[in-house]
């Protein structure tokens, strides 16, 4: 998506999201602020997320991101978008 992200991942013990999340907003803001010959607040600070219940609820949120270009008029279909898990999923 051209403003926002969206993850699905699933954390290791010992890793909190929080921690994660932080890391890649770092590299990505450093990074993105350089190529943009830029300086300053890149993200929002907070982030949203949400606990997988089930095996459905998962299933149910992977279709959701992958689809979200689609919905946003991006791409035609989901396997289109470049740093969609849906391009390597078989239909």
């Known amino acids: 998506m051209p403003n926002h992200v969206h993850v699905v991942i699933e954390t290791l013990s010992g890793s909190p999201l929080g921690d994660i999340v932080r890391s890649w907003k770092t590299f ?3 990074r993105a602020n350089a ?15 949400r606990f997988m219940r089930d095996a459905d609820h998962l299933a149910g949120t992977i279709h959701y991101v992958e ?3 689609v919905k946003a008029g991006l791409v035609e279909a989901a ?6 898990s849906a391009r390597y999923r078989k239909e």
Not at 35 to 49: I, K, P, Q, T, V
Request: overall charge negative.
């Open 79 to 84: 396997a289109d978008w470049r740093w969609s």
């Open 67 to 69: 689809e979200n270009p």
């Open 35 to 49: 190529l943009l010959g830029r300086s300053g607040a890149f993200w929002y600070e907070d982030y949203f997320d």
């Open 28 to 30: 990505t803001a450093r």
